[in-house]
Nanobody, 119 residues
């Protein structure tokens, strides 16, 4: 599965962005998909995940971010509302056969898209 993330940009605090993760390969629909992010000088961290049984969010994302998938379009979206400056990071989508929160368990990665939230 090959992934391409897009939709990042510069937004003011309180604003919204929708990130898109487009995939190639029909096996994508059987994969769990996570969004991770990495801020400068920090480790990559889990943000949100979706699989065919449900979704899960990091505490920092609960109530503000929503992850959905459109299997017909082989696409997963991360809707981010009420953005904060601390959300500034490069966001990555990743696909794997089994859902976990660990980046090392995911074998397919998009190239990352930069989200910058100004105060």
């Amino acid at each position: 599965v090959q992934l391409q993330a897009s939709g990042g940009g510069l937004v003011q605090a309180g604003g919204s962005l929708r990130l898109t993760c487009a995939a190639s390969g029909r096996t994508f629909n059987r994969c769990a998909v996570n969004w991770f992010r990495q801020a400068p000088g920090k480790e990559r961290e889990f943000v949100a995940g979706i699989w065919n049984g449900g979704t899960h969010y990091a505490d920092s994302a609960k109530g503000r971010f929503t992850v959905v998938r459109d299997n017909a379009k082989l696409t997963t979206y991360l809707q981010m509302n009420s953005l904060k400056p601390e959300d500034t990071a490069v966001y990555y989508c990743a696909a794997g056969r089994i859902w976990t929160m660990r980046p090392e368990d995911f074998t397919s990665w998009g190239q990352g898209t930069l989200v910058t939230v100004s105060s």
